[in-house]
């Protein structure tokens, strides 16, 4: 059996992305989407966010343990320099330290393209995705209220903040993703994860 390993998420890994997420969508209020997406919709919502930010996957033999992603905060310009991160394990790997992995592997990609702020919510209670985004740094910022009405109760969406890096006075516009991903300092962005498996 190999050791596991953090990769730049490809469309040919909805399926099993898909197999993480849906049961999260079907059967708890953690997503607020009531449905869960094709494989075709998944497929395009890799290709979509990897334009813009890392989709990064733990895999092993073969197998997606969790992945994690970052999309944009909002659109408009003066927010070029934040983003939403997620982070899915799942079940029966989780508490074995992949959530911490990949995400520092994402934080590390994302300070390299030149993002300031990364924002998580969290649909609450929650206390594991509280738990895992203090413990990587995250500060809380603040709760709405009756956010969202799924499986028969309002829930209310916590948001949590990390600084990703110190803000310049003048930023320059984050980088390309693709421009990175052939780069040597890639390399060293997923090493940095991977040590933690």
Known sequence: MS????RLATPEDAE??????????????????VDPPTVEEMQQRISHYLTHA????????GEVLGYVYASKHRDRLAYQWAVEVTAYVQGRSRRMGIGRALYTSLFKALALQGFYNAYAGITLPNASSV?????????????????????GQWSDVGWWQLNLQPHPEHPTAPRPAPQMYASTAWQEVIRAGEVLL
């Open 3 to 6: 050791n596991p390993h953090i």
């Open 131 to 151: 738990g895992l985004h203090e413990a990587l740094g995250f500060t809380p910022i603040g709760v709405y209220r009756n956010a969202g009405y799924k499986l």
């Open 16 to 33: 099993q992305i898909l197999a993480i997420y849906a049961p999260i969508v079907r059967d708890t209020s953690t997503s607020f989407e």
């Open 54 to 61: 890392p989709w990064l996957v733990c895999e092993q033999n």
